[in-house]
């Protein structure tokens, strides 16, 4: 009975994921140019657009993933292909070695926007969500060149809609953007430093507890929460004082401090100061080693503090529930970790599937876990993915097997 209870639940899993996939599928592409670099080139001169080239490599899994997930998408594809002429070079073949050299790539993959004369608009390293590459894009599509905007900024170029595009085109450049931030804001007047394109800068650029912006922001809450809301202010404090927690957590004294600091977040009153001080507690628990501790803290974060952009709460629920997995043989630890990750089903991803999958099994519930491996194998013969191969899911589902055979005997 437990055999056919647990077979349903596969059958219907794999249903729904697949009937949602269907529902998500995406019917175009980014188009890239066939071609020599010179020849791409000559048609960005002709039709007068810069260039967007994706330098990857054939053994890199985040490039297949960009590849696959994001290229795919309808909203990329129409964009790009209506501002860019797109081009890939493999990095390791052909003429991308001198690409490599000439653009100073050295991680993958690297995003380039180019100029049809050769010129740099803006680059970036790692491979991006959707929202996040169509925003590269939309800020690289101007065609002006870093070269350009730093010679602007340069000659005394300051005001705050310069200093948006300049800040989002200097992202993953060398150059030190926290001095920039801080020198534009010393020679700008205070009570600008509330205007919707300042906040924009301070939201994004500012991230030390000990700059005198923040310190600004600090003592005018109640100003920014009236024109930005409560919500946003909130958050903010808790990307700039997460600095502060792991400064602690690296000191030589982490559990004291961190204790020390947990205080400090108690005595406030903004809606994030409760998650800092619980993330406290989870950094104390992890430096003692004291995983059940470290499970309870964690649980009660994902609980009450749930992150609103669903991915990244996915992304950290799962790398939590992997990391306690590989430290942990405790039944109570482990029954805990299986609520955390039972989430997974929700996520069609099929390495958070498979961790949770690895719980059960760790539990024993091993009809439960090969059905999930199972299901996570159909999705990968139809949709493959870069951190998880059909080979692993299949060689996983003959170890829940022979467990289970062991387990009767």
């Given at each position: 009975m437990k055999k056919m209870k647990s077979l349903r639940w596969g059958v219907c899993s794999l249903l729904f994921v697949m009937g949602t996939m269907a529902v998500q599928a995406q019917d175009r592409s980014i188009k890239f140019e066939e071609g020599t670099w010179a020849e791409i080139k000559a048609k960005a001169v002709k039709e007068n657009k810069a260039i967007f080239m994706d330098c990857y490599t054939s053994w890199c899994g985040p490039c297949k993933q960009l590849a696959r997930d994001v290229f795919t998408n309808n909203d990329v594809a129409d964009f790009y292909n209506a501002n860019f002429i797109n081009a890939k070079f493999d990095m390791e073949k052909g003429e991308g070695p001198g690409l490599a050299k000439e653009y100073a790539v050295r991680a993958y993959p690297t995003l380039l926007f180019i100029a049809a004369d050769g010129k740099l608009i803006s680059n970036r390293e790692g491979a991006l969500d959707v929202t996040a590459f169509l925003k590269l894009g939309k800020n690289s599509v101007s065609g002006e060149s870093i070269e350009s905007l730093l010679s602007t900024y340069e000659s005394g170029q300051r005001d705050a809609a310069f200093m948006v595009k300049f800040m989002n085109r200097m992202e993953g450049q060398k150059q030190n953007i926290s001095a920039i931030i801080e020198d534009y804001f010393s020679k700008v007047p205070q009570a600008e430093w509330s205007s919707k394109d300042n906040w924009y800068l301070i939201n994004r650029y500012v991230r030390r507890a000990d700059s005198p912006v923040f310190a600004y922001v600090l003592g005018h809450r109640a100003a920014y929460e009236k024109m930005y809301s409560a919500e946003a202010v909130s958050d903010y404090y808790v990307m700039v004082y997460r600095s502060l927690i792991e400064k602690a957590a690296n000191s030589p004294f982490p559990v004291e401090d961190?204790?020390?600091?947990?205080?400090?977040?108690?005595?406030?009153?903004?809606?994030?100061?409760?998650?800092?001080?619980?993330?406290?507690?989870?950094?104390?628990?992890?430096?003692?080693?004291?995983?059940?501790?470290?499970?309870?803290?964690?649980?009660?974060?994902?609980?009450?503090?749930?992150?609103?952009?669903?991915?990244?709460?996915?992304?950290?629920?799962?790398?939590?529930?992997?990391?306690?997995?590989?430290?942990?043989?405790?039944?109570?630890?482990?029954?805990?970790?299986?609520?955390?990750?039972?989430?997974?089903?929700?996520?069609?991803?099929?390495?958070?599937?498979?961790?949770?999958?690895?719980?059960?099994?760790?539990?024993?519930?091993?009809?439960?876990?090969?059905?999930?491996?199972?299901?996570?194998?159909?999705?990968?013969?139809?949709?493959?993915?870069?951190?998880?191969?059909?080979?692993?899911?299949?060689?996983?589902?003959?170890?829940?097997?022979?467990?289970?055979?062991?387990?009767?005997?």
């Open positions: 961190l204790a020390d600091q947990r205080d400090e977040f108690l005595k406030m009153d903004f809606r994030g100061a409760g998650l800092l001080a619980l993330e406290c507690d989870a950094a104390s628990a992890d430096r003692s080693k004291d995983l059940k501790s470290y499970v309870n803290v964690m649980e009660k974060i994902f609980q009450e503090y749930p992150n609103p952009d669903k991915e990244k709460h996915y992304e950290t629920v799962h790398y939590t529930c992997w990391k306690i997995l590989q430290r942990s043989g405790n039944k109570e630890v482990l029954q805990q970790t299986a609520r955390m990750a039972s989430i997974a089903m929700e996520t069609k991803q099929p390495a958070f599937m498979d961790t949770y999958a690895c719980v059960l099994a760790d539990l024993g519930e091993l009809d439960k876990a090969i059905a999930i491996e199972e299901t996570i194998l159909a999705m990968l013969k139809i949709k493959p993915d870069p951190d998880l191969s059909i080979a692993a899911c299949q060689q996983r589902i003959e170890k829940f097997q022979r467990l289970k055979e062991l387990n009767k005997n």
